[in-house]
C-alpha cells in the first residue's frame, strides 16, 4: 500500500513526560521545553513547501497545544481526530512508570504499555492508525505522540523506521514520509 507524503510530529514535552509518567488518554501541559520543541518544530516546517497539505492531529491537550505553536497561523486549519491518541493505558495513566510492573522482551519500553490494566492494546492501536491512513487522500501533516508515531511510521515505512531515535524521544523533530522512505528533519 502507497500512502500520501506525510510529516509527523510527536508534541512537545509535557510535565508528565518530564517526570516520566504514563498518560496516554491523559494530559498534561507542555512543560517551557515543550514549548521551545514545538517552536523547533514550527522552524523545521516554515522551511518547508505545504500547499496542498491537510493538517491533522490527535485532540489531546498535549497535541493540539504543540499544533497551535509548531504551526503557527495554519492551526486553525487543523482538525483533529481521535484515532491519532496516544495508546490508552487504563488504570495506569498518571503512573510514574518506574513504580509499576516493568515490561520484558526486545522492547520493554513498548511492553510496559501493553500489560496495563484495561489498557488499549498495541493491536488496537494499530487498527486505528490503519483506518485513519486508508481514509487519507492528500498529503498531510501529523501531530501525534510517541507510540502512536511509532505504529504510523511502522505501517507506511515498515519495521526499519523503528531503528530510529527512541520512541518516547524525539520532541523537536519532524518525520518526513514519502515513498516508503523515512527521513527524521530537525
Ligand atoms: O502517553 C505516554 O505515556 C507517552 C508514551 O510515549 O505518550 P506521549 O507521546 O503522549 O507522551
Given at each position: ?30 512543560t517551557?521545553?515543550g ?24 485532540p489531546?491537550?498535549r ?58 492494546g ?43 531515535p ?21
Open positions: 500500500m502507497t500512502y500520501p507524503e506525510l510529516y509527523i510530529l510527536r508534541h512537545g514535552q509535557t510535565e508528565w513526560n518530564a517526570e516520566d509518567r504514563m498518560q496516554g488518554w491523559l494530559n498534561s501541559p507542555l517551557p521545553k514549548e521551545m520543541d514545538a517552536a523547533r518544530q514550527g522552524e523545521i516546517l516554515r522551511d518547508l513547501d505545504l500547499t496542498g497539505f491537510e493538517f491533522w492531529s490527535s489531546s491537550g497535541a493540539v497545544q504543540t499544533a497551535g505553536i509548531a504551526c503557527g497561523p495554519l492551526a486553525e486549519a487543523v482538525h483533529t481526530d481521535t484515532r491519532l491518541r496516544e495508546i490508552g493505558v487504563g488504570d495506569w495513566a498518571g503512573r510514574l512508570r518506574a513504580e509499576l510492573p516493568q515490561g520484558t522482551g526486545d522492547d520493554p519500553y513498548m511492553a510496559q504499555y501493553e500489560m496495563a490494566p484495561n489498557g488499549e498495541l493491536a488496537a492501536v494499530e487498527a486505528r492508525c490503519l483506518s485513519f491512513l486508508s481514509e487519507m487522500k492528500r498529503p498531510t501533516v501529523l501531530i501525534t505522540h510517541g507510540i502512536t508515531s511509532r505504529v504510523i511510521r511502522s505501517i507506511v515505512v515498515g519495521k526499519d523506521a523503528l531503528a530510529n527512541s520512541i518516547h524521544g524525539g520532541q523537536g523533530c519532524v518525520y518526513h514520509l514519502k515513498g516508503g522512505t523515512q527521513k527524521m528533519l530537525t
